[in-house]
């Protein structure tokens, strides 16, 4: 895991050589306790008194978002893939931005972002997203700069299920992030 960290950290500081905040990272989530909605790198292992793993408590989650910018345009990426006794999730999102104006780091922005997961059991949730936020930047080091963006979001997650007998459900939901980061580099 040392060597996951070091070599993400070590892609951060040489894309932030060669850019001057075309690149951003969000971190999100705290708020509701999902901190995997945007970076986790967690591999929780629970050992039995005889020594041995207890594969029904432990869990895997690997969780990364990235986006690049062109002009005031800016295209992401998501994954994220958490896994415990009763398998693998995964989900894999696209995101657009359009940032009102030219300086990413302060600037109103609107984003799209489709996300599409699948989980363990083959239940497979599509979610849309419309957000509006707004970013103010709080302070740079070493080619990294943190700013605050609270944003509004709508969502509309549809979810089929592999069992027949089960309908497939739509939930719609509107969210307010006050505990939201983008990282720019």
């Known amino acids: 895991m040392k060597k996951l960290v070091m070599a993400l950290v070590a892609m951060t500081m040489t894309a932030s050589a060669f850019a001057a905040g075309e690149n951003m990272v969000r971190f999100y989530g705290w708020d509701s306790g999902a901190r995997s909605n945007s970076v986790d790198v967690a591999f929780d292992t629970t050992t039995n ?12 989650n690997f969780a990364v978002n990235y986006a690049r910018a062109f002009g005031q345009w800016q295209v992401g990426i998501t994954y994220k893939s958490d896994a415990d006794s009763n398998g693998i999730d995964n989900t894999v999102g696209l995101s657009g931005y359009y940032n009102l104006e030219s300086d990413l780091m302060n600037t109103c922005y609107f984003a799209f972002h489709y996300d599409m997961m699948t989980a363990a059991n083959d239940d497979k949730t599509n979610t849309m997203t419309l957000e509006y936020g707004h970013r103010w930047l709080v302070g740079s080091a070493w080619g990294l700069n943190l700013t605050y963006a609270p944003s509004v979001a709508i969502s509309q997650a549809v979810t089929a299920y592999d069992n027949d007998a089960l309908e497939d459900e739509t939930e719609v939901a509107l969210g307010w992030n006050f505990l939201k980061f983008d990282v720019l580099f």
Do not use: K, M
């Open 49 to 60: 008194t005889d020594g041995t793993e207890d594969a029904d408590s432990s869990s895997n």
